[in-house]
């Protein structure tokens, strides 16, 4: 079963460069080799709206994130190498199609922070300090508790809107419902593989609409108290948008205290 949804997920290659939109995103330096595995994309989305998600970043490696401070990047541990010193990934923000020029920014690195606890399964978060902070874009608050664990939810990325597919120019986004422990780790489904306490499933069973290769590292939100709160980082999942294999997540609100303490001693 193909794992992160990565551009390598369906094979074990180191993943090359490639340009998209004149953005050209290329592993990391320091990347360990489990961090080649970076890709998932939004299969059966809709174009985003200029302006309509200003908290979501492209990174260089390939991956998705979301501006958790002005600081601070809260990505995938799969999508980046160890916690220290790093100064090789660019995030882009500010723009849905990464071709434009106008009202881009772009912020290189200075510092990533891994979950201590990732080994390849679970502990799935990390937060990348750039080396200035990005002005005049929203953040996206993090869930602390599982309020808002269920329901609908919206997840958007840069990634591939097919299986095995290109990444994209624009930044796609879509809904997905909710999918139940039980059900996803059902006979049917991943069969136990999903970690309950830490992972959530969403997507519909019917497939067609997923995150994909591309989309690692992104949000996946919805609408909270007081405007939207991020409760999933993508993760990984069997293939893209296939029946009875719905994505799974990283359950934000399960990691909200290491998050919020991490990225408090980044300065974030």
Known sequence: MARWRSLTRLAAAAFAAVAVGGVTLAAPASAAPENTDVTPF??????AAQGEFPFMVRLSMGCGGALYSPRLVLTAAHCVGRTGSNTSITATLGV???????????????????AP?????????????????????STLPIATSTAYDSGTFTVAGWGAAREGGA?????????????SDSVCNGPSSYDGDVIAAEEICAGPLSGGTDTCQGDSGGPMFRQGGSGL????????????????????????????????????????
């Open 42 to 47: 939004v299969v059966g989305g809709t174009r």
């Open 96 to 114: 849905v199609d990464l071709q434009s020029t106008s009202g881009r920014i772009q912020v290189r690195s200075n510092y990533v922070y891994r």
């Open 117 to 137: 606890g990732y080994n390849g399964s679970g502990d799935d978060w990390a937060l990348i300090r750039l080396a200035s902070p990005v002005t005049g874009l």
């Open 167 to 179: 990444q994209q120019r624009y930044l796609l986004k879509a809904s997905v419902p909710f999918v």
């Open 229 to 268: 709160v991020q409760v999933g980082i993508v993760s990984w999942g069997n293939g893209c948008a296939r029946p009875n294999y719905p994505g799974v997540y990283t359950q934000v609100s399960y990691f909200s205290s290491a998050i919020i303490s991490a990225a408090a001693s980044l300065g974030g």
